[in-house]
């Protein structure tokens, strides 16, 4: 039987097109459910604060650049979404003395205006936040040199070059209401994946690119971002592909409730645990890496319980 149209944009793939057992199976989930879905590859942790949650954040950030030397750059890819972690890095940098001429970080992604990314003076700008929240409050004798920090371009080949003899210890995200990392949206229901989305092996192998936004990332981005407003927001990003972020060693995805809702969380730890992999959920193809980690604020973990309002 051909699968069902989406119950939120008709002319696109998303998880409303998923089979209704996977749906009904997710949403009875409960936190202890979730963490008893770790397995070899996956693991799911649980934190009882948000001051624990956006410490630990933070710390993957020291973790991975302490790793690296003159010999063995390394780095870490990090989201804007949630960005809480950003200030704790820079002070646990500054009151470690840690310092960052071997380390490298990568920007996720960036939003794409009039043929160009957004540039940093842009409000919206991933780049700019990265720079305001972090780095700049970082000591000028122990921050990184600017050519070590990676943020995407229209031109993507700098980019995608940067992510050649670097190691990336870990790449972290966040998780959207369409169920992407990075913006690593499901595709338009058109042309040869009007039937069928894209197998889990093509969706692999797209690189950072330029990419169509679909209307709910557009919606989420106005209300987490733009006090509602969707006319502020793009509707096309630049970001890294599943190409890169199968070049990380570790995938760590943190969950405080703000940016996905219960279900939603619910939904992905199913899939990635049982290996459900379905481009319709593009966080669902991690269930194929070999590292992935989610972190959960219990606090926002919520329920799926009928609640009127």
């Known amino acids: ?45 649980l934190y009882d604060t948000l001051e624990d949650f956006y ?26 979404g949630p960005t809480e972690q950003l200030p704790l890095v820079a002070r646990l940098v500054n009151e470690l003395g840690i310092s960052l001429k071997a380390a490298h970080f990568w920007g996720m992604d960036e939003w794409y205006l009039e043929d160009r990314e957004a540039p940093p003076t842009h409000p919206l700008s991933f780049e700019k936040a990265d720079r305001e929240l972090c780095f700049r409050r970082i000591r000028k004798e122990l921050v990184m040199p600017d050519a070590q920090l990676h943020f995407p371009k229209a031109d993507t080949a700098a980019y995608r070059k940067s992510w050649e003899g670097v190691r990336c210890v870990v790449m972290q995200g966040g998780q959207g209401d369409i169920k992407h ?17 894209p197998t889990a092996a093509e969706y692999r192998k797209l690189a950072t ?11 989420q981005n106005a209300r987490t971002s733009g006090g509602g407003n969707v006319t502020l927001v793009p ?42 992999v379905d481009t319709a959920v593009p966080m669902s193809l991690l269930g194929e890496h070999p590292n992935v980690q989610f972190n959960f604020y219990r606090g926002g973990i919520g329920s799926c319980g009928v609640e009127m309002h």
């Open 181 to 197: 990392w990075a913006f690593n949206d499901p595709p338009r229901r058109a042309g040869r994946y009007r039937n069928d989305p």
């Open 1 to 45: 039987m051909p699968r069902k149209l989406s119950s939120l944009a008709p002319d696109w793939w998303d998880y409303t097109t998923l089979d209704t057992a996977i749906i009904q199976d997710a949403a009875t989930l409960t936190a202890e459910k979730m963490r008893k879905l770790s397995r070899p590859g996956f693991q799911v942790v």
């Open 209 to 219: 690119r330029v990419v169509d936004l679909h209307p709910v990332t557009i919606a």
């Open 235 to 276: 509707v096309k990003a630049i970001t890294v592909g599943p190409a890169e972020t199968w070049k990380a060693e570790k995938v760590s995805i943190w969950h405080a409730g703000t940016h996905d809702n219960p279900f939603g969380q619910r939904l992905t730890t199913l899939m990635i645990a049982k290996k459900i």
């Open 55 to 80: 410490l630990a954040e933070a710390l993957e950030y020291i973790h991975a650049w302490r790793q690296a030397t003159p010999d063995n750059p390394a780095g870490i890819c990090g989201p804007i």
